[in-house]
């Protein structure tokens, strides 16, 4: 059965695919996730893989969270092999921010100047609000507890505060 010309269903079904993966992501993750998740020595690598494992997949990140996460991993050959596996397994997909979304996050990064917000955060949120999804691991509980998305509804955050000191 083809989807009606104007439906939703036809321009999700028209659109280039690396646009459409958006659509069927669960949640969002944010760069401390990923280096504990790569680190076993890092406080919070447990209770990120326990998050890990708990959370429906894909998991949408952006290009600005794997920028830091790699600039974070530094030089070590073996930490940057393990990211790409993990970016590479399909449990992660990258969601693409436009010129188009920059007047959105840039909004954002102003609503919350007072923590402040940086662009990783920023494109999250967007994404959030782009995909309808509250659903985030991060350990940066502070921040996340904050933001709200479409300006009412608050993250579901994993794992736990309870490590925070």
């Known amino acids: 059965m083809n989807p009606r010309r104007g439906s939703r269903a036809f321009r999700r079904a028209n659109e280039p695919t690396a646009f459409r993966r958006w659509w069927g992501v669960r949640g969002l993750i944010d760069t401390g996730v990923l280096l504990a998740?790569?680190?076993?020595?890092?406080?919070?690598?447990?209770?990120?893989?326990?998050?890990?494992?708990?959370?429906r997949l894909p998991l949408g990140t952006t290009a600005a969270v794997l920028t830091e996460?790699?600039?974070?991993?530094?030089?070590?050959?073996?930490?940057?092999?393990?990211?790409?596996?993990?970016?590479r397994s399909g449990a992660i997909c990258v969601i693409g921010v436009s010129?188009?979304?920059?007047?959105?996050?840039?909004?954002?990064?102003?609503?919350?100047?007072?923590?402040?917000?940086?662009?990783?955060?920023?494109t999250l949120v967007h994404l959030a609000e782009r995909t309808g999804t509250t659903n985030i691991l991060t350990i940066d509980h502070g921040d996340f507890e904050t933001y709200?998305?479409?300006?009412?509804?608050?993250?579901?955050?994993?794992?736990?505060r309870a490590l925070q000191r």
């Open 69 to 87: 996460l790699f600039h974070l991993l530094g030089d070590s050959e073996r930490d940057q092999k393990a990211a790409w596996a993990l970016l």
């Open 37 to 55: 998740l790569l680190d076993r020595d890092d406080r919070w690598h447990e209770p990120c893989v326990a998050a890990f494992h708990k959370a």
């Open 99 to 122: 010129d188009e979304d920059l007047p959105a996050i840039e909004a954002l990064m102003l609503r919350y100047r007072d923590r402040p917000m940086d662009f990783a955060d920023g």
């Open 148 to 160: 709200r998305i479409r300006g009412r509804k608050r993250f579901t955050i994993a794992p736990a």
